[in-house]
């Protein structure tokens, strides 16, 4: 059973950058079967998708974001990274990495880690 | 963009009854390729439906899917006490792929 784990510091200051690594077990990162991704969730309780990665290292980002955004992967480590730059508080929400279909389908989701901007 | 807007906002239901969801697009959505996601309180939303009325692995049988073009429904047969939870629609045959907003089903 694939098991996703995020983590990184909680609190973040304005126009600094966030960076959340996601863990995963039970499953090699290294497949061309799926992609990896970061979605959000805002306070109100919107979910946002951020963008995903493929084995290969190619990268897909939702446009909203794509000046700020970086995805990256470690498949040494069975890990992908988000880098998210210039953070504002419309940045502070709940981040999740998961694993998706190449079609796009968000198959199973890390627990969540909040994130909150602040300073 | 894609927009998808779910109704009702909230609904306060009992144990037993039956519910339809609505998710509809602003868009036609390529292929069918709509999913629904359950969302229990602190935790992950989980996959329920996918290409709009494929149910996931463990899925029971109780919950449905339908729909094409721009209008797509996920039907809970009966009730269950656990079923009390937000449900999401998303859509992921145009990019961005994007979410519903949510419908909260509520305890009577």
């Known amino acids: 059973q694939v098991q996703l784990q995020e983590s990184g510091p909680g609190l973040v200051k304005p126009s600094q950058t966030l960076s959340l690594t996601c863990t995963v077990s039970?499953?090699?990162?290294?497949?061309?079967?799926?992609?990896w991704s970061w979605i959000r969730q805002h306070p109100g309780g919107g979910l946002e998708w951020i963008g995903y990665?493929?084995?290969?290292?190619?990268?897909y980002y939702n446009p909203s974001l794509k000046s700020r955004v970086t995805i990256s992967i470690d498949t040494s480590q069975n890990q992908f990274s988000l880098r998210l730059t210039s953070v504002t508080a419309a940045d502070t929400a709940i981040y999740y990495c998961?694993?998706?279909?190449?079609?796009?389908?968000?198959?199973?989701w890390g627990q969540g880690t909040r994130v909150t901007v602040s300073s | 963009e894609i927009v998808l807007t779910q109704s009702p906002g909230t609904l306060s239901l009992s144990p037993g009854e039956r519910v339809t969801l609505s998710c509809r697009a602003s868009?036609?959505?390529?292929?069918?390729?709509l999913a629904w996601y359950q969302q229990k309180p602190g935790q992950a939303p989980s996959l329920l439906i996918y290409?709009?009325?494929s149910r996931a692995a463990g899925i029971p049988d109780r919950f449905s899917g339908s729909g094409s073009g721009t209008d797509f429904t996920l039907t809970i047969s009966r009730l269950e006490p656990e079923d009390f939870a937000v449900y999401y629609c998303?859509?992921?045959?145009?990019?961005?792929?994007?979410f519903g907003q949510g419908t909260k089903l509520e305890l009577k």
């Open positions: 998961a694993r998706v279909s190449v079609r796009g389908v968000f198959l199973f």
């Open positions: 039970g499953d090699s990162i290294n497949s061309a079967a799926y992609y």
């Open positions: 990665i493929y084995y290969s290292g190619s990268t």
């Open positions: 868009q036609r959505v390529t292929n069918s390729y």
């Open positions: 290409g709009a009325f």
């Open positions: 998303q859509q992921y045959g145009n990019s961005p792929q994007t």
